[in-house]
Every structure is written in C-alpha cells, then in structure tokens.
C-alpha cells in the first residue's frame, strides 16, 4: 500500500460541563461529544525511503494561512508513529480542509486522529484503537474522541470516553461565524464559582437512550457560553435565528463560536440554512447530520 485517503470528521458538543480547574491548569469536564457528517479530507502518499534517518513528511492544505510543517498536528502525529516505530520513510500528507477552522468543532484534533490511523495503516503497524488513543493524549484533549467518534461521553480533560448509542436521527445546521475565539480566553474567563446552574448530562445520556430528540435537546447546554455569548453577541443572534426558524435547540460547539442547531425535519433545516446564509451572520454554513466519525478509505 503506498497511498490512503481519510474523512476526518468534525465534531459538535451536545452538552459541555465543566465540573472543576485542576492544579495541572487543565479543566475537569463531562461531556457528550457527536460527530457530524462535514469532514476534511486526508490524503498520505508513500513517496519512498526518508534521505536521512528521521522521518521526511510534506505537509499540503488548500488553507494558506495553516501551517505546513512541524507546527501542524498532522506532521506531529505522523512524526510520532514514525520516530516510535523506526520508519525510515518520506511520506506526503495532503489536507484539504472543509471543517471551520477555530470554530469549537476540533478540526485540527480530527486531522491528527485521521494521520494517526492511516499511518497506522499505511505501514500495518496494528495497533488498536485504544493503544492510538494513548499516543493521541499526547497530541490533544479532543484527539482521542476523534479517533474513536460517534456519540461519547468525554470525562476528564477529555481522555476518558464512555460509546454511547447513536444520536437520534436529525438534521444540523451548523453556521460559523466570522469570528475567532481563543480557547485559551474562554477557559481564562469561566469563573466557575458564579455558575448556579449546570447542564444536565446525565438526563441528556437517558434522552439518548432512549431515542428521544425533543428530550435530548431539551437538555443541551454549554458551560462556555457563559463567557463567549457576552464577548460575542453574534452567536446568541445565530441561536435565536436557528431556533425561529424551526430549530429544536439551538446551541454553541465547544469553546465557539460555531453555532449549531438540531431540526426533525429536513425541509425546516433547508429553510433555515437560507435564512441563515442570506443574514451575513454566518460565512461558513452547512447542512450535515450526525455519523459515526470512522474513516472512510
């Protein structure tokens, strides 16, 4: 095998609690994490032996402002393996991204997830999944998800993961807009000791369960909202949108700002992408569904 292509999937967060700060810096949370059908594409080529003896990786996005060496996730995941496992190869890796970039969706998790498995493949190292998780921890919080996808309770700061049953079936709107928001400013700005009210993953987990929609999104919150609507009033414009025009629910993913809402039916999620689109709020807008995040080769 000298080449493979990948999905790598986005993801959204159904509910987002964080439950404490830890001395590490890192925060403890719990939440339902689910992937969606939008996805980057991964492609790595076996171009031949390495000139050297370290790894030799080209790195190729259709995005110029991301970064095309030892500072993209995807050159480092690669760069782990191959150190780890003495491969002597020069290999090209090609990222044509489609997920926002800074957007709450883990975009650059989900390439590093996506490299790790296929090089896990293209060189038939066999390791499982839960062993590629382990190297995963090492890159990123989120990477770990990723790399397993679908619906999953993320404890922890993120490592810990409990498959869940699929999502109810539905149609999501995710709209993103032109902003960017610095994780590192939401978490610095949470003041936990003023949050009175917390999202109630567990009743969200039976929702789920049991296959109910309108109970699942009736239990959908996200902690970090709490700092990135006031900074941001757009996101709380695209919530409302979503939800008057026939959304469910409506809430932020992540540390924002995409804004994402949940509709039973395809025709009302049509109808609110074009009000969504026509408003400006929104550059990147995208009607997708839940999936199960694995790869597709």
Partial sequence: MHYIHIRAHGKINLGLDILRKR???YHEVKMIMQSVGLYDKIEITLLGLSSTDEPEIDIETNL????????????KAAYLLMSEYKIKAHIS????????VSAGMAGGSTD???????INKLFN???????LKEYGVTLGADVPYCIEGGTALSEGIGEK????????????????????????????NLDLTKIETHPDIDGMIEAIKAQDLKGMVSKMGNLLET??????????????????????????????????????????????????????LARQVYLTDGGDGNERY
């Fill in 23 to 25: 001395e590490d810096g």
């Fill in 64 to 75: 110029r402002y991301l970064p095309s060496n030892e500072n993209n996730l995807a050159y």
């Fill in 93 to 100: 890796i090609k990222i044509k991204k489609m997920i926002p």
């Fill in 112 to 118: 590093c997830a996506a490299v790790l498995k296929g």
């Fill in 125 to 131: 190292l066999g390791l499982s999944i839960e062993k």
């Fill in 161 to 188: 993961l409990t498959k869940l049953p699929d999502m109810p079936p539905c149609i999501i709107l995710l709209a993103k807009p032109p902003i960017n928001v610095s994780t590192k400013f939401v978490y610095g």
């Fill in 227 to 280: 700092v990135t609507e006031k900074e941001y009033p757009i996101i709380t414009e695209l919530k409302e949108m979503m939800v008057a025009n026939g959304a469910l629910g409506s809430m932020m993913s992540g540390s924002g700002p995409t804004v994402f809402g949940i509709f039973d039916s395809r025709e009302k999620a049509k109808a609110a992408y074009e009000v969504v689109k026509a408003s400006g």
